[in-house]
């Protein structure tokens, strides 16, 4: 037996106030009348003490009520030991909601349990509507807390996505077989769509265990896609439940501010402009300004700075020349995450190996809804290897302690109890 609150048997010191009490209690003497004490022979008087126990009884009961008093507070578990299950089956909640899946779970014996691979492991008896997506998923990360379950052996059953393995891999005391459900068909599965100025864009997923790969196509509006109502969503005729996010992609803007000395460089960086401008499909307007004339405080997704003088603080990402000997590349990026340097004048060979388009794209950062949804999309898994955790041998016994509150009973007894010693003292006159 355990207590949940020990400090609070201190007070079974209480038991000393009852006996003080009842070692100095006196009861009152009694008056006998005799007509003479003529006849009574004569004896030793004898002194006794004034200190003596009255009523042990009594001084039981009370006893005994303090002490449960002070138990019920101390709040008393009994432990037994119970032996921890045989198997576990934790099951991603993406299979759980396969009904065809499920099925080879129905004939499970009763030492065996099966529970969800999500935050605290729930077992597999709450709605399915309730299940967390499995984009939420960190392997790795409940890996670890499979640690606190009392079972022999765990085995999940997972899809395996790579994208579900974040951070290092945990060390744990179960050794945990895991079983990759892999499917080799690909998932074609349509992202968003882009309105341009004079069709609109589709890009769709095509995704499968081992690749994840985005298509785009030109579509016209008819039979197979129309427009939703309020207009900021395609709807496939084929199937109404299926809805495509519609985009207005509008024009990219970029500030250009230069110096004659740069002009060269001004002129290497319109051409990549424009080359991106075809690869995008997407029209990106280039406003050039000699950095003698005055600026409009105007927003653009992208100013570049080709001069000397100090180019203006702003919130908007900027390209800026600053020549640096000992930088390793074309572009750099400064802790600023907006801010980006050329380190070198533009030059034919440079601008093919430093990658000045490719850099531009990047400092762009368009389609980033996109990459957002493709991310989600993916569906690449990874090998049971590749989920093994580092499993580190255990003593800990294949058993736990179950706990079981007492003090339910203890308020009965503790009644009964009051109720006795109450009548007792009735009677006693105590």
């Known amino acids: 037996m355990s207590f949940a609150q020990p400090s609070y048997l201190w007070a079974l010191l209480g038991l000393l106030v009852p006996i003080a009490i009842h070692l100095w209690s006196k009861k009152e003497a009694k008056t006998i009348k005799i007509g003479s004490v003529q006849l009574l022979s004569e004896s030793k008087s004898r002194q006794s003490s004034s200190i003596q126990l009255n009523e042990w009884w009594l001084l039981l009961l009370r006893m005994a009520i303090i002490s449960l008093i002070t138990l019920v507070m101390a709040k008393p578990q009994w432990q037994s030991k119970v032996n921890n299950s045989k ?21 499970v014996q009763a030492d065996q349990e099966i529970r969800l691979l999500q935050s605290g492991l729930p077992k597999n008896d709450i ?59 690909t998932v074609e599965k349509p992202l968003l769509a882009y309105q341009k100025e004079k069709n609109i864009a589709l890009f769709t997923a095509n995704n499968s265990p081992v690749v994840s790969k985005i298509a785009t196509k030109t579509i016209e509006l008819g039979d197979a896609y129309q427009l939703t109502s309020n207009g900021d ?67 653009a997704d992208l100013m570049i700075w080709l001069s000397t003088k100090p180019a ?6 900027t390209l800026v020349f600053k020549n640096d000997s000992i930088a390793n590349s074309l572009i750099t990026n400064d802790e600023n995450e907006n ?62 302690q179950a706990r079981w509150n007492l003090n339910p009973y203890l308020w009965i007894v503790l009644l009964v109890l009051l109720i006795v010693e109450r009548f007792v003292a009735y009677k006693r006159k105590q």
Not at 130 to 158: Q, Y
């Open 127 to 185: 709605e399915l509507d309730k299940l967390e997506d499995s984009r939420s998923v960190d392997h790795w990360s409940l890996a670890s807390e499979m640690d606190a379950l009392e079972t022999d052996s765990i085995i999940v059953f997972t899809n395996g996505y790579a994208k579900e393995l974040k951070g290092a891999r945990p060390e744990t005391i179960h050794d945990i077989n895991w079983i990759v459900l892999d499917s080799a068909q």
């Open 312 to 317: 203006p603080v702003t919130a908007r990402k």
């Open 87 to 107: 198997l576990t089956y934790v099951i991603e909640p993406e299979l759980a909601r396969n009904e065809n899946f499920m099925a080879r779970f129905t004939d």
């Open 339 to 400: 801010t980006f340097y050329i380190t070198e004048r533009i030059t034919t060979e440079n601008a093919l190996s430093g990658r000045l388009t490719e850099n531009l794209l990047s400092i762009l950062d368009v389609d980033e809804e996109l990459r957002e949804l493709q991310a989600n999309a993916d569906i690449r898994s990874v090998t049971e290897a590749d989920l093994e955790t580092n499993f580190i041998e255990s003593s800990t016994s294949k058993t736990h």
């Open 233 to 299: 969503s395609l709807q496939v005729s084929s199937s109404s439940s299926v809805k495509i996010p519609l985009i207005q992609q509008s024009a990219l803007e970029v500030s250009l501010v230069y110096t004659d000395s740069l002009s060269t460089d001004k002129r290497y960086i319109e051409a990549a402009l424009a080359a991106l401008s075809t690869y995008l499909n997407r029209e990106i307007k280039v406003e050039s300004f000699l950095d003698s004339e005055l600026l409009e405080n105007k927003e």
